[in-house]
């Protein structure tokens, strides 16, 4: 049972997108000797062509294995050589003249042929049609981060408490990185089924488009607690214990210390935005903030041992 509150978008309109290829296979249809008509599914397969400006994607590829099915052996030899070279590597060799039910065979290897073509160009839809869906709950994620940003942010300035606006900008620029990462990699996301030679979207890739939604909006607002933790580890120079002497000075933010929450805010607009620039990678790059943790940690633990072997 579908639920009333996900929202669908509808599949691309096909004549905007797809204008030449309902052309092409109306015209095939056209093309065919008048002896077709007697043959099965003649009839549905006019009623189609007729209607060829209202057709969606199903009836547009009905239509393309109906016109494959009653093209004579001339025609059908001139598809087969179409498809022989779109699938260097089919799974099953094109039929020789010499075997037996030559044109029967001719046509189920087409038929199978131009099946697959279909579930290509089909899952491309889906995934467009999924990934919008995800993209668009991201984006209505994002909206309301930054409403409440900006309402922390007046907040803030009315109360004068400037490190609440500090941490809001913090957060929300994580946040912002997890959804540039996020977008970033689910734009080219692609993969093929086991022996495909064609580009296009594994099925249980879309499913996990689907069902996973709710794990990448969390994904994205913990980007914005890597931030935050990102601003306490450069806020007390934790960080600048991993590297090298006078890169804390030149890349990362200076801060100086004021008893209001016991934050330490940026000295000076430079250091914001040296500040923003290291939240939003702290939420981009997801694995920054947790291998520094390991770091810290590792150190710490190295330093007790020598306690701890007494």
Sequence with gaps: MNNPRRSNRPLAQI??????YVDQVVADFRALPPEAEKLPRYAEAKQLADDCDNLDWQQLFTLELWVLQLM??????????????IFTNAANERPVETE????DRLRCWALNMQSERQWVFRKNLLREQEAWRL?????ETLLWVTVLALALACFSSLVEMPAVAILAMVSWLGISGGYASIARRAQPASATRPGETNSGTAF????????????VVQAMLLAGLFATVAYGLLASGLLGQLLQDGVNNTLFPQF??????????PKSGDDVAKLGVWSFLAGFAERLVPDVLDKLSGKGGAKADPSTAE
């Design 204 to 215: 249980g890739n879309l499913c996990a488009l689907d069902v996973g939604q709710g794990s």
């Design 100 to 103: 037996e039910e030559y044109e």
């Design 15 to 20: 004549r905007a997108v797809g204008g030449v």
């Design 72 to 85: 004579p052996k001339h025609q059908l030899e001139e598809r087969a050589a179409v498809l022989g070279q």
């Design 135 to 139: 993209r668009k709950r991201l984006g």
């Design 256 to 265: 100086s210390p004021i008893n209001e929450l016991g934050l330490p805010l």
